[in-house]
Nanobody, 117 residues
Framework: QVQLVESGGGLVQPGGSLRLSCAASGISFSIYATGWYRQAPGKQRELVAVISSGESTNYADSVKGRFTISRDNAKSTVYLQMNSLKAEDTAVYYC???????????WGQGTQVTVSS
């Protein structure tokens, strides 16, 4: 059974930092591209950052220079370090894993990030 379990969300003041983690189980992590998406109230889910099995990365323009995605294949975990957080970063953040052979996507349950003073 495939599971992606996010953690690390919470309430933070503008300018603060959070680190999200996503632990995967039930998959061969090394053949999965992994990423983070977010969905704010009333908006569509959008890409935040992705990292391939070869650790190449891609970021949404809105988070470039502030967020860093990384992965630890030995721990089957992907991380999102978020710095200089803004109110507009408030959303539910979802972890995604995409099988590079079958292109099947798996999603975590989401973790809430709220940036507010």
């Amino acid at each position: 059974q495939v599971q992606l379990v996010e953690s690390g969300g919470g309430l933070v003041q503008p300018g603060g930092s959070l680190r999200l983690s996503c632990a995967a189980s039930g998959i061969s992590f090394s053949i999965y591209a992994t990423g983070w998406y977010r969905q704010a109230p009333g908006k569509q889910r959008e890409l935040v950052a992705v990292i391939s099995s070869g650790e190449s990365t891609n970021y949404a323009d809105s988070v470039k220079g502030r967020f860093t995605i990384s992965r630890d294949n030995a721990k089957s975990t992907v991380y999102l370090q978020m710095n200089s957080l803004k109110a507009e970063d408030t959303a539910v953040y979802y972890c995604n894993g995409r099988n590079l052979l079958t292109h099947i996507n798996y999603w975590g349950q989401g973790t809430q990030v709220t940036v507010s003073s």
